[in-house]
């Protein structure tokens, strides 16, 4: 019986785009997301609409990792949520360094030609921050869930972390997205101030200053506090 050879240059998935390559991955609408060049107000657009809406992406896996890490603690799963949160962290270090491409601008052409064109359009409505922060509430409970279980106080977790390695390890995850998150609002908060100032209002309003003050707020203040507990207990052992 004679086999049929398949013909790889042929799409098998349905959708939109020649290849399987642009319907799995959606490539036609994916690229359509952006101004044309005819409908930008100026030509670094494309730069501003890519960085902000690759961070999106990138803070949708972040938050819906964080979510799922935190259905496994919720089951008692350790080792799975260390692997979902690892990336969860990842992907706030991608945004990060994201963040150099917007210094790339000129403040003026900036200021002159694709701030008119925002609206009230502003960072305190994005969606990936705004679902990060829904969800981490959540993981902050799943983990001391875990502890309280192991009767543990949040300073025990690291003063017997050998002990209890994998309730260690999961401390220190959950921290890292704390700080990559407080080390991202200081990275922005010094983009912005480089590119629009920091003595003026932004899209809604709000005074760049009170940015400076959004870098206080933590996720997970118990964890940071355990850390002053820590040297104080040090301290009285001598
Ligand atoms: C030239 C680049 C940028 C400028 C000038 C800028 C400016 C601002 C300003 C002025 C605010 C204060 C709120 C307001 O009045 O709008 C803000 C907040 C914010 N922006 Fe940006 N931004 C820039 C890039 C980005 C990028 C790439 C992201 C990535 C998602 C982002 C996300 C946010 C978020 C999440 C907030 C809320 C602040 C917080 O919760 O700490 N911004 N931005």
């Known amino acids: 019986m004679a086999t049929e050879t398949e013909d790889y240059t042929q799409p098998v998935l349905p959708g939109r785009g020649g290849s399987d390559y642009e319907r799995y991955l959606r490539t036609d609408e994916l690229l359509e997301l952006q101004k044309t060049p005819g409908e930008r107000a100026h030509h670094d657009e494309l730069l501003f609409q890519t960085v902000h809406q690759s961070s999106e992406l990138?803070?949708?896996?972040?938050w819906n990792e964080v979510e799922e890490a935190t259905k496994h603690l919720e089951a008692g799963e350790v080792a799975p949520a260390l692997r979902l949160l690892r990336r969860a962290n990842l992907c706030l270090q991608l945004i990060h360094g994201q963040l150099d491409m917007l210094e790339q601008m000129s403040p003026w052409e900036y200021t002159k030609w694709i701030r008119p064109v925002l609206g009230h359009g502003s960072g305190f409505d994005s969606p990936g921050f705004r679902e990060l922060r829904r969800v981490a509430p959540a993981l902050g409970q799943a983990f001391h869930?875990?502890?309280?279980?192991?009767?543990?106080?949040?300073?025990?977790?690291?003063?017997?972390?050998?002990?209890?390695?994998d309730l260690y390890q999961l401390?220190?995850?959950?921290?890292?997205?704390?700080?990559?998150?407080?080390?991202?609002?200081?990275?922005?908060?010094?983009?912005?101030?480089?590119?629009?100032?920091?003595?003026?209002?932004?899209?809604?309003?709000?005074?760049?200053e009170l940015l400076g003050g959004l870098i206080k707020q933590k996720l997970f203040p118990e964890l940071w506090q355990a850390r002053n507990e820590l040297t104080e207990l040090a301290k009285q052992e001598g």
Do not use: C, N
């Open 58 to 62: 990138w803070l949708k896996l972040a």
């Open 171 to 208: 401390a220190e995850h959950v921290i890292e997205l704390d700080e990559r998150l407080i080390v991202w609002r200081m990275r922005h908060y010094k983009v912005v101030a480089r590119v629009i100032g920091d003595e003026v209002v932004g899209t809604q309003g709000t005074p760049v």
């Open 145 to 165: 869930k875990l502890r309280r279980d192991a009767g543990l106080s949040v300073a025990d977790v690291y003063v017997k972390g050998r002990e209890h390695e």
